[in-house]
């Protein structure tokens, strides 16, 4: 029995130490981000810049690859069925808490093990720069005369930029006619080409086209003014008690190794923290914000909450 027991200690040892093995050894090759949204959206664009970034620290490349559709859910399916062991990441956005309250969905923001959120940024409306309205007070006009006629396109349907924009209808009194498209990027380009009259995003998306007077600003879902255009104000400045925003993270499938979850981290952190990378989202708009894992994995749970009750409160509508 004493040999027995202690070929299953010995066993036991072994399997530990070949794990810890593994975890010392990572990572052995590139690691891939899947972002659930087509390229050239805010999430996209944030996280190439993070990924180009961050591989001398990680000492692989980080590449991304982009799997649209479901307002998010193919992308986070496939990555919950990744095997969990640091090789594929998922980026963690506002939708994954709230996809799951509005259609039956394989996973939930518990499906992951969040590795490090990277943005906080709130939400906003953009318009062509020759719209007809100039104010956001004639916007909330026309719309309020004209219910269900303002297009306001979108990444997808039920997606953050989506519930922000119904939540906005709601503190505003209004009713938008949502058109969902396959990412931020895609909207961009539909609200450019007129096929839109607006589109709710978050920055970076259309921030290129604002400076260069093809797009306006006409409704700013932040607590303060944005630095990059000062002159542009808050709804709560014009009227409208209402802010909203989104976060932007990265997670890894349920089950990934705490050891492997921290080499990650401590490698995007100092990815957030290059010259090159600070420098970039300044020049797109984007609101750092660092949390560790343990620090996301809490907003990730309130926000499931918080946007459980939001889309209850839609519905009675």
């Not at 000492?59 to 193919?74: S, T």
């Amino acid at each position: 029995m004493r040999s027995v027991a202690g070929i299953v200690l010995a066993l036991t040892l072994c399997a530990g130490l070949a794990g810890a093995g593994l975890a010392a050894e990572f990572p052995a090759k590139e690691v891939q981000i899947i972002i659930p949204w087509a390229p050239g959206g805010a999430t996209d664009l944030v996280f190439r810049a993070l990924a180009a970034g961050t591989s001398k620290h990680l000492g692989k490349a980080v590449v991304v690859v982009n799997k649209a559709g479901g307002g998010g859910a193919v992308g986070y399916t496939e990555a919950m069925q990744a095997r969990p062991d640091g090789y594929t990441l998922v980026t963690a956005v506002t939708p994954l808490t709230i996809l799951p309250h509005q259609a039956t969905t394989a996973f939930t923001y518990q499906s992951f093990d969040p590795v490090i959120n990277v943005v906080q940024d709130p939400a906003m409306f953009q318009v062509r720069a020759d719209a007809q309205w100039k104010t956001l007070s004639e916007f909330l006009e026309y719309a309020k005369k004209n219910p269900d006629t303002i297009t306001v396109g979108n990444s997808g349907a039920g997606g953050g930029v989506h519930l922000i924009a119904l939540a906005f209808e709601k503190a505003a009194g209004v009713k938008f006619n949502h058109i969902p498209f396959a990412g931020g990027g895609p909207s961009i380009t539909a609200l450019l080409g007129g096929h839109v009259h607006a589109v709710s995003c978050s920055p970076p998306e259309g921030i290129a086209h604002v400076r260069a007077g093809k797009l306006r600003i006409i409704a700013l879902f932040s607590e303060k003014r944005f630095e990059a255009f000062p002159a542009v104000p808050t709804v709560r400045e014009q009227g409208v008690n209402f802010a909203m925003g989104q976060w932007r993270g990265l997670a890894a499938p349920k089950g990934t190794p705490p050891d492997i979850v921290k080499t990650l981290h401590d490698a995007f952190k100092k990815g957030m923290e290059d010259p090159g990378f600070v420098k970039t989202a300044q020049d797109m708009t984007v609101n750092l914000a660092y949390l560790d894992p343990v620090e996301f994995g809490k907003v990730m749970a309130a926000d499931h909450d918080r946007y459980a009750k939001l889309i209850q409160e839609i519905k009675k509508q």
